[in-house]
């Protein structure tokens, strides 16, 4: 593509500007794919001499530290204990402890297992006492995977305490060869509401996300290299087991497994309509939103408290009441088609949610009354932001008002609101609430009847893999591949979009 | 738009009276316009609240104005597990706001305020794993929660811990506020002494109150309106669903016949504390919204 200079490119138009950074990026895609090589050979070499470093580091320590040092290599904290530091000995000591008797009592086992995910399934035996078959239940597949991961977390977290304790001997070693004195219990316990005030503020908030968040994505993740569903639960009827990449194959296939339309080209319509209404729902909100506010704003506009209480009402009013009593509004024998009868001025029900045009500019529509409300209050912030001597000196030069929005008000607006227009447009694509309890994904889709979830024309990715896991079949494995190609998806609008964007605000500007 | 100015600069008087009657016009347009958006916008809560008082049926019907009227639905949810639901879901979010605003203010504040080795790969760390659909984990937690025995009748308690514990990866708003309060301030009394603790309880926590406020509103109002965690962890057991699994289960094709008009009740029994607390703190909520939103 043709290359601009500098002083070419502020010749450009707004739009032209935009489009040549969008081609700009796509054009250099090749180029970053090149890029991503190299800077995976870098890292991969930077690890690689640091970990020789680390280790040459510890070999050196082990050399040239004294006796206590190295047997702390075995015993951990037993320098700091020898050395006066109880507090911090005894911490050590303990947690290696503790972490030498759960591998020996259960993670060796979970780490054992985790490459089987289990041997024996439930059996069953003949009991002659009760003439019954009485099941046994062996392995867990599900606590194998889980406990294997956590036994792997444990791990790494071991080693890595393991190196801290090397390294406080050394500089223990160092310090003490300076003539200055170690810091004492007491001093560690001041310093975790001073100068380590933040690794006591973090650690109830980190270790909520790492067993909350992190653990479970780690698993659902190798969910998706699974048979976990309904049928195998790894426990009560079935084990599953690793099955490679069969599930991406399955999802991903064009090929269609008796009857039907493929997996691949299911995904592909849920895809484009996700899309579809993730771009509609947040421009839609976003210019309609942004024109109330300026309506409300208006000089000379009078109750305007009033009009914003009205529009807040949907705020505050808990979604799933609102959501699901509009849905029934618009039903075939709602309230919507009832009047629109009784006026005579339609005949037969219209098909809000029967037809799947109609259902979607339904539910686009209805997102609209959800949004607004929220585009309202966050643009009336900004609009009041607006220096007002650029729309004074604009109507001094005689810009009507139409070009004092597109000149003045939408440039500042956009740059300003960036940011929050691509997460709005992640979360829309995210938005299971509007949908799920609007139209639950109906109407249903026949086409796509041999997919798993009976996928309807409204459903979104998120909506799809909840019916998924919720079926009569609940197939988790294929719910963690779509969450998977969610992930995907969004991760790469969001890497393009910050490509493109002009201004990637750096956040220390607002200090 | 040269051209423009001169033609209105010719005609200055003309242009003046053109002025006046162009605003007028467009004032009442605007006028119109809010008044349509406001009966739009009414509409649905006029008709929830007028249907919770009919009582000649209780299935959904194509007219508004009840044929009778009478407290009749409002008496008969107290006869089904509908107190249950609401005291379940009033508990957690109780709870929920308390323990949530204390994780999400820790978190935020230690972003906004500390320079540390891990502060960066941890905000990266944060964005990515926030781009996983959250509903994903939901499989796996069903399943840890069931067997610590928190799920089904005893959801209240499993609830509170999933809304609690990932709740420090919403940090953004808050972040947000306190990268406003000057730094100076922080310096200022370290130079005289105070441990970051200190600085913390004296000086940042009574400027926050904004943000607490919002912080605390945003935490109460999530467990009302949660839906999908909260039909997970009940699974089925009427006595641990929360008012938005309960009532969402009303409107099931084969009951909603016989609901219709109980939804409604209950939807308002819900709605009314709700929304009055959200109407006294809005000031605080569009403070943390438009904050929010310009800062990303």
């Not at chain 1, 001025?345 to 037809?355: T, V």
């Not at chain 2, 959801?155 to 990268?179: C, H, N, R, T």
Request: aromatic share 14%; proline share 3%; net charge positive.
């Amino acid at each position: 593509m043709k290359q601009y200079t500098d002083l070419e490119y502020l010749k450009l138009s707004k739009g032209q500007r935009l489009l040549y950074r969008i081609a700009g990026f796509f054009c250099s895609i090749p180029k970053k794919i090149g890029g991503l090589f190299v800077a995976l050979w870098n890292l991969i070499k930077t690890a690689g001499s640091a970990i020789g470093k680390e280790v040459s580091d510890i070999w050196s320590t082990f050399v040239n530290g004294d006796w206590k040092t190295r047997l702390s290599f075995l015993v951990m904290g037993f320098g700091n204990l020898a050395r006066g530091q109880i507090l911090r000995g005894l911490l050590f000591l303990l947690f290696e402890i503790v972490f030498i008797a759960y591998m020996i009592l259960a993670g060796g086992y979970w780490l054992s297992m985790l490459p089987s995910l289990g041997k024996v399934g439930p059996t069953e035996e003949y009991n002659i006492i009760f003439d019954t078959y009485v099941t046994t239940y062996n392995d867990n597949s599900f606590k194998i995977l889980l406990y294997g991961v956590l036994t792997i977390f444990f791990i790494i977290a071991f080693i890595y305490t393991w190196r801290v304790n090397v390294k406080q001997n050394q500089m223990a070693e160092k310090i003490l060869a300076t003539g200055k004195k170690l810091k004492s219990g007491k001093d560690d316990l001041r310093s975790l509401v001073d100068d380590q005030f933040h690794k006591t503020l973090l650690s109830l908030p980190l270790t909520g996300i790492l067993i909350f968040t992190v653990l479970p994505i780690v698993f659902m993740v190798l969910v998706a290299f699974t048979n976990y569903d309904g049928t195998h639960d790894g426990y009560y009827n079935n084990l599953f087991t690793w099955v490679g990449l069969d599930n991406f194959n399955t999802m991903l296939n064009w090929q269609s497994a008796g009857g039907g339309q493929s997996y691949a080209a299911t995904f592909g319509e849920v895809l484009s309509w996700t899309l579809m209404w993730a771009f509609f729902a947040t421009f839609t909100n976003y210019f309609l939103g942004m024109f109330v506010a300026m309506a409300i704003n208006k000089k000379g506009i009078k109750l305007k408290k009033v009009w914003r209480t009205v529009l807040v009402l949907t705020i505050a009013i808990p979604q799933f009441i609102s959501l699901l009593y509009v849905s029934k509004m618009f039903a075939k024998n709602g309230i919507i088609n009832g009047f629109l009868m009784n006026m005579g001025w339609i005949q037969q029900a219209l098909p809000f949610w029967e037809d799947p045009t109609w259902a979607r500019i339904t539910v686009i529509l209805i997102n609209i009354w959800i949004g607004i409300p929220y585009l309202m209050l966050i643009t009336t912030g900004i609009l009041m932001n607006i220096p007002q001597d650029l729309y004074e000196s604009a109507r001094i030069d005689g810009a009507n008002a139409w070009q004092q929005y597109t000149k003045i008000t939408l440039p500042y607006m956009l740059f300003v609101t960036g940011p929050y227009l691509l997460t709005s447009f992640t979360g829309n694509m995210n938005n299971f609430n509007v949908i799920y309890l609007l139209t639950g994904g109906a109407p249903t889709n026949p086409d796509a009847s041999s997919a798993a979830g009976a996928v309807g024309y409204t459903d979104l990715l998120i909506t799809w893999l909840f019916k998924i896991t919720t079926g009569a079949e609940s197939q988790y494995y294929l719910a963690s591949v779509v969450g998977i190609l969610v992930f995907v998806v969004v991760a790469l609008i969001s890497l393009v979009v910050y490509n493109v964007l002009p201004s990637i605000k750096n956040e220390e500007d607002f200090q | 738009m040269s051209t423009n100015t001169l033609q209105n600069d010719s005609r200055p008087a003309r242009r003046h009276m053109g002025l006046r009657v162009s605003r007028a016009l467009s004032n009442t347009a605007i006028y119109t316009l809010l008044i349509i958006i406001s009966i739009i916008w009414l509409i649905p809560f006029v008709c929830i609240l007028l249907q919770s008082f009919r009582v000649e049926n209780t299935h959904q019907v194509g007219y508004v104005i009840p044929q009778k009227w009478g407290l009749d639905n409002y008496v008969r949810l107290f006869q089904t597990d509908f107190p249950r639901w609401y005291l379940n879901t009033f508990i957690s979010a109780l709870i929920t706001a308390v323990l949530q605003t204390i994780i999400v203010l820790c978190m935020s504040y230690t972003l906004s305020r500390f320079r540390f080795k891990m502060r960066k790969p941890l905000m990266r760390l944060m964005l990515i794993l926030g781009m996983f659909p959250g509903m994903l984990t939901m499989i796996i937690l069903y399943r840890v929660l069931k067997d610590l025995g928190m799920t089904q009748e005893n959801s209240v308690p499993g609830l509170i811990l999933v809304y609690v514990a990932s709740s420090g990866m919403g940090y953004y708003v808050s972040k947000g506020f306190f990268d406003t309060i000057p730094k100076s301030l922080d310096e200022a009394a370290r130079v005289d002494g105070a441990t970051r603790f200190q600085v913390l309880k004296k000086i940042i926590l009574p400027l926050s109150k904004p943000i607490v406020i919002y912080t605390i509103l945003t935490a109460f109002m999530g467990p009302w309106g949660d839906f999908v965690f909260a039909r997970y962890i009940a699974f089925g057991t009427s006595k641990g669903m929360n008012v938005a699994v309960g009532l969402y289960n009303w409107l099931n094709k084969d009951q909603i016949s016989k609901f219709y008009t109980m939804f409604c009740a209950g939807g308002v029994l819900v709605a009314v504390p709700v929304t009055i607390l959200f109407m006294c703190l809005q000031k605080y909520y569009v403070e943390g919204v438009t904050g929010g939103a310009v800062k990303g």
